[in-house]
């Protein structure tokens, strides 16, 4: 196994960093790394935002529902699914592009494009020694982080990443097994075999959360799914999208 493996196979999130920034260097090797993410059709249909202001990055971490190590970190990173500069470059080239941008199929390049690079980037965080931090939570109210990011039509503020020196790393939560996530060829068919897996599943988690809280948290994960899927969360999003001139058609 090689170290690169090693530092996949490793990953956990990290919600508590270190008062210590990241170097001018260390950003430069995090974004070129994100850069060389492979991206559809070499559209390139994403763009990075890195936050360093005190006050906007507090404000972002209550958008986010008061999450601490949104505002406290080495380092923060907003990526954003972009079309704004391929309008620009139909008004360059003066053709109409438009149909193309407002397509679904564009829409879901644009949001593949800046996950691939995110990942990227985590990664090449995690070999530097650092810790990383999905917030999926900008999502909460994005009218507000784009007027904050001043962000313009046709971009989409996806997910922030909190990166910088781990204060405390937690034990890696276990995914879901092998046989449940790889299938051979086609779909698994046998519902009595995916229940089982997931019953399987159940345990191993109740497990985890029994030992990480001392008895105090047991539940299972297919009783957290169900529990989060029960109550739908921003609503709002497809209007907002289509209002941006994005996924439309």
């Known amino acids: 196994m090689n170290s690169i493996i090693e530092t996949l196979l490793d990953h ?84 109409d592009v438009d149909e193309s941008l407002e397509s679904t199929e564009k829409f879901m390049v644009m949001v593949i494009d800046a996950a691939l690079a995110a990942q990227n980037a985590a990664v090449a965080a995690e070999s530097l020694g650092l810790g990383i931090c999905y917030i999926g939570g900008l999502r909460n109210n994005l009218p507000e982080v784009c007027k904050l990011l001043k962000t313009p039509k046709r971009v989409i503020p996806l997910f922030g990443l909190a990166v910088g020196y781990p204060e405390k790393v937690n034990d890696k939560k276990p995914r879901l097994p092998f046989s449940h996530i790889y299938h051979e060829n086609e779909y698994e068919q046998d519902v009595s075999v995916i229940k089982g897996q997931l019953k399987e599943y159940n345990e191993t988690i109740s497990h985890y959360y029994n030992e990480r809280t001392g008895g105090k948290r047991q539940e299972t994960w297919t009783g957290q799914m169900a529990n989060m899927l029960s109550q739908p969360r921003r609503m709002y999003m497809h209007e907002f999208i289509k209002q941006h001139g994005l996924n439309g058609k």
């Open 12 to 95: 956990r999130s990290v919600r508590q960093f270190e008062d210590k920034p990241l170097s001018k260097e260390q950003i430069e090797v995090i974004v070129q790394s994100a850069q060389a993410a492979s991206t559809s059709s070499y559209i390139q249909a994403y763009s990075i935002i890195g936050v360093t202001d005190g006050e906007k990055k507090q404000k972002l971490a209550e958008l986010a529902g008061n999450q601490g190590y949104v505002a406290k970190n080495g380092h923060f990173f907003v990526f954003c699914a972009d079309l704004y500069r391929h309008e620009l470059i139909g008004e360059m080239e003066q053709t």
